[in-house]
């Protein structure tokens, strides 16, 4: 650790991590007149900084601090569901923006397994709509029967190339209905941000900024009202009084290994993945255990998303590089969680992702079987025939699914994370079952060829779940830590169930009430 230690000017709120949720903290924060300081562990990363190459969108996936890993289902993966620069993971997100459906709140009541949360669709829909509007949605609210209740979108939805008129045949064949897929994404210049190229290089961060990422909404707004970020400030603990009662800043140590106190009326932890670690770092003898973290809820249930690929050849061209990296439709037909049908998980199909030779919907990826001489004449094929269906679906929340201390340290002296995580029979049948009705839909839309990828996953939630009872939760529907009453968790990490759709709308949402609800009662 290092021994040098300053003293920072006092502020009204210190928001460690500058993802979707911390700069949307940061910006209603900073309109309201409060002075903010956010601090990210990695490096600075604005529009004008990103290019549309994979090696700068690998550049983008996790590259903080190190993790140990204990994971009993070998295809789960860490790295692309992490960020660590201006924008957090959010800097290179897809933009697919859903809304919870109704029965994904009540995932204990009704089905007797996971948690529940601590509010309802009801409570939430407002928000929904507020982010909506601030922000820009594209979509077909009439086409995309499955949405819950909500005012329409602001933009049209996105156009059909190729590859995604060919699937949809398929979809239809089998009688499943889609709709264009909602993403907050451009599809006209909109709110001084153009429309969308639809060059399929959203995994790079979108330096046009049709991409809703927080550099180009959330982060210009905190900017525009006095908000400060610094880069390469990796948050160590949160500080608290001697009682334990109330936070009072902030450790964190910069890229000169400078050691630094950021003392605040209010701490909101947005850091994704690594808000546990803070929080378990944040040892003192009114909190033995980590911050707030008596009834030792801190870290557990973990949640990705179990995800599957389902890919095919065509004899026409597909023009599969066109489009948006996440896709340009979606069918949420079998999305009902129903015990019957062999697992308990609701999941949707996301047609069409953009595809380049290589990278993360690289089409040289999804055969690894073929190689050598084999691999130039497959390749040559590929790139103008090959196209996607990609699986999102549920898992369910289980408190061995964890994140805990590592006995390995970083440069600082502070212990690692260790995830402790693992897929279950439940994520298996729901692999069997979508991969065998993917390849059903892929091969009515006439595919040539037709093959599925290995179980894998996407997105983390989980860690610093919200909920009703102290005993079982780290913080309420508000964030705010059950124990200490100005430290505001926000973002992915609050969710107790994982649902079957992509968390980013969901996050915003959430932190919108949150952060409003802090504002009616400051001093928190």
Known sequence: ????????????????????????????LALKGKKVVILESGRSVLPPDMISSDIHARSLHWGGADAELQLTSPAIRTNFSTGA???????????????????????????GQGNDWPISYADLRPYYDRIQEEVGIAGDEKAEVWRPAGTPYTMPGLPMFPAAQMLKRGFDKMGLRTAPLPVAINTQDKKGRPACLYDGWCDAGCPTGALANPQTVYLREAFAHGAA?????????????????????????????????????????????????????????????????????????????????VYGLFAEETDAY?????????????????????????????????????GLNGFAGSRPDIYGAALDPWMKRAAKHFTHIQMVGEMIARPENRIELSGDKDEFGLPLSKLTMAFTDNERALYTHASTVGKSIVSAASATEVWASPLVNQHFMGGTIMGKDPTTSVADSYGITHEVPNVMIAGNTLFPTSAGVNPTFTTHAITLRAVEHVLAHWPA
């Not at 897809?94 to 995932?107: G, S, T, V």
């Open 322 to 358: 066109q489009g948006t990296s996440i896709g340009l439709m979606v069918s949420q037909d079998d999305y009902e969680k129903d015990p019957k049908k062999g697992y308990l998980a609701s999941y949707q199909w996301l047609l069409a992702p953009a595809a380049k030779p290589n």
């Open 85 to 111: 620069q201006t924008g957090g993971t959010a800097a290179h997100h897809y933009a697919a923006w859903f809304r919870l459906h109704e029965e994904d709140f009540h995932m204990k009541s009704s089905f």
């Open 1 to 28: 650790m290092a021994t040098a230690k300053k003293t920072n000017t006092h502020v009204d709120a210190v928001i460690v991590g500058s993802g979707a949720a911390g700069a949307l903290v940061a910006a209603k």
């Open 229 to 309: 970020l610094l880069n390469n400030a990796r948050v160590t603990r949160v500080l608290t009084t001697p009682n334990g009662k109330r936070a009072t800043g902030v450790e964190y140590v910069d890229a000169k290994g400078v050691q630094h106190v950021q003392n605040a009326d209010l701490v909101v932890l947005a850091a994704l993945t690594q808000t546990p670690r803070i929080m378990f770092n944040s040892v003192t003898s009114a909190h033995p255990q980590g911050l707030s973290n008596r009834n030792g809820m801190v870290g557990k249930y973990i949640l990705v998303h179990p995800t599957l690929n």
